[in-house]
Structure formats: C-alpha cells, structure tokens
C-alpha cells in the first residue's frame, strides 16, 4: 500500500509558476513509475505527465509540453511537477499517482494509488 499525499497548489495568475510535490509513503517509492493527472470541472481526469521506473524517461500532455516538468527525488520519496507559465486552462485539481508498470504513461488504470488531488487556479 502506498500513501500520496500533494501539495503546493493555489491561486496563480495567468504566466506564474507553481511547484505541486506528491510525498508518497513506503520504503519501495523507488520502484514505481509516477504520474501526476488532473481533473477539470465537467471533464474526465486526464494525463499530464509521468515518469518511468527504471529509465526516468519522461512523456508530457502535447498541453504542457514545454512548459511542465516532472522530477522525483527518491531519497525524499517525492515526486515533483514544475509548473511555469500557467494558463487559464490550466486550472484543475491535480492529482499525483504511482504504478508498478515500468512504462504506464497515460493509463490511468495502471496507477493503483492516487492521492487526494490538490486544486490548482490559475485567473487574473
């Protein structure tokens, strides 16, 4: 079992930046993927980026690309979405989430533990 817990959202203007963590709990954060997803109001949840187990490599949403950044840090058991220059469509609740696949990406039934989601605005 896995805990997530995330941090790190708010109220932003349009060009700002925001730095979401996901603390997870376990002495095996190491051997999973990561995720992070977020959610808007009347729409699905959907992917925004990830990173692999074992390689580290990295996919993003063709809508952030550029712009996000996932990072982990497994000796804090941490995993970490750099956010810059934040649009209005932007804003979601976002959630982080683990996987034991090596490369599970965009799908969303292969991440097991999600966290409670944290809510990110981005308005003027």
């Known amino acids: 079992q896995v805990q997530l817990v995330e941090s790190g959202g708010g109220l932003v203007q349009p060009g700002d930046s925001l730095r979401l963590s996901c603390a997870a709990s376990?002495?095996?954060?190491?051997?999973?993927?990561m995720g992070w997803f977020r959610q808007a109001p009347g729409k699905e949840r959907e992917f925004v980026a990830s990173?692999?187990?074992?390689?580290?490599?990295?996919d993003y949403a063709e809508s952030v690309k550029g712009r996000f950044t996932i990072s982990r840090d497994n000796g804090k058991n941490t995993v970490i979405l750099q956010m810059n220059s934040l649009k209005p469509e932007d804003t979601a609740r976002y959630y982080c989430?683990?996987?034991?696949?090596?490369?599970?990406?965009?799908?969303?039934?292969?991440?097991?533990?999600w966290g409670q989601g944290i809510q990110v605005t981005v308005s003027s």
């Open positions: 989430a683990v996987s034991p696949a090596a490369h599970p990406t965009v799908s969303r039934a292969l991440y097991p533990y």
């Open positions: 376990g002495r095996t954060f190491s051997s999973y993927s």
């Open positions: 990173m692999d187990r074992v390689s580290s490599s990295t």
